[in-house]
Every structure is written in structure tokens, then in C-alpha cells.
């Protein structure tokens, strides 16, 4: 089942689709992965990811186009947003928000949320906060291609 967002004028031109994740998406999302983060995910942490049944998968497309992904996995009494990324042509526009919503849905609001966010990355960190996700302390050096501490943010 798909969830569709109608976009404001100023914003993408096409309804947000927001739907599981499926290996074939797994190209498209690898591409996006590069073109977004500095050490992106390998294709072999995506298929161990999606192969896992507890674990919360999204995509989000445009029309026939996917333009973001959220990577979640649930791990005893909590969910760990692991990897969300929209392409940069498509940011700004209501895809993260989308995929996030979605993912409390399909998660269904048992159990808390955590995630670890660059310090640096405010406009992540506003959104996070949007969805009441509150700074719960600091990884040092967290992120190896520049020794960038991680914000720990959890939602409960």
C-alpha cells in the first residue's frame, strides 16, 4: 500500500508514493546513497537490511522515479532509524517527512526510536526535532570519513 502526499505548487510536481522497499529498488537507491552521503552504504549492507524480517524498509518515488529511502531495523525494545536519504534534486520537498511518517505508521508507535545524526547537519536535525525526537547525548569521532561527532536523538 502506498501513501500519497499532494505536493504545494512551489514544491515537486507529482504525488510522493511512499511504499515498502523491494531488491530492485536497490540500484536507484545505491545511486541516491552516493550522491549523498561521504562513505556511503555498500550494496551488501542494503540487501542485509532489507533481508532481515523485523526490519522496516521504505521507499519513496515520484511518478516511476525513487527519490529517497529510510532504512530502519528493530533490535529488541527499539527501532533504529539507520540510513535515510532523499536525491538532491528532490530535497526540501516533503520526501523525509513522508517516509518518516509512513515508517511510525508501519512501526506502529510500540516501541521508541533512536537514530544517530551529524552534528553539522542542522537542517536533519530540525526535522528530527519536528517529529519530537530529542538530543539524548553525543558518539565522539562517530563518523570515519572525518571524525564528526553523532548527535544521539530518541523519540519515545
Same mark, same amino acid.
Given at each position: ?9 512551489? @514544491? +515537486?510536481?507529482?504525488? $510522493?508514493?511512499?511504499? *515498502? ?8 537507491? /545505491? %545511486? ?32 516511476? @522515479? +525513487?527519490?529517497?529511502? $529510510?532504512?530502519?531495523? *528493530? ?8 540510513? /535515510? %536519504? ?46 519530537g525526537f530529542r538530543s539524548a547525548g553525543v558518539r565522539p569521532r562517530y563518523y570515519h570519513d572525518n571524525g564528526e561527532d553523532a548527535l544521539i536523538?530518541?523519540?519515545?
Amino acid at each position: 500500500m502506498s501513501e500519497i502526499l499532494s505536493r504545494e505548487p512551489s @514544491e +515537486l510536481t507529482q504525488e $510522493v508514493r511512499v511504499r *515498502r522497499l523491494a531488491y530492485s529498488d536497490l540500484p536507484a537507491v /545505491i %545511486a541516491i546513497e552516493r550522491r549523498s552521503f561521504p562513505t556511503p552504504w555498500s550494496l551488501a549492507m542494503f540487501v542485509l537490511e532489507l533481508s532481515k524480517p523485523s526490519g522496516l524498509c521504505l521507499a519513496a518515488s515520484v511518478g516511476d @522515479e +525513487l527519490v529517497g529511502y $529510510v532504512i530502519c531495523s *528493530r533490535y529488541d525494545q527499539v527501532w533504529h532509524l539507520m540510513n /535515510i %536519504a532523499v536525491a538532491p534534486e528532490s530535497r526540501r520537498a516533503g520526501v523525509a517527512g513522508a517516509l518518516i511518517r509512513r515508517l511510525f505508521e508501519e512501526a506502529r508507535g510500540v516501541l521508541p526510536f533512536t537514530l544517530e545524526v551529524r552534528v553539522s547537519n542542522h537542517g536533519a536535525i530540525g526535522m528530527y526535532e519536528r517529529f519530537g525526537f530529542r538530543s539524548a547525548g553525543v558518539r565522539p569521532r562517530y563518523y570515519h570519513d572525518n571524525g564528526e561527532d553523532a548527535l544521539i536523538m530518541w523519540l519515545d
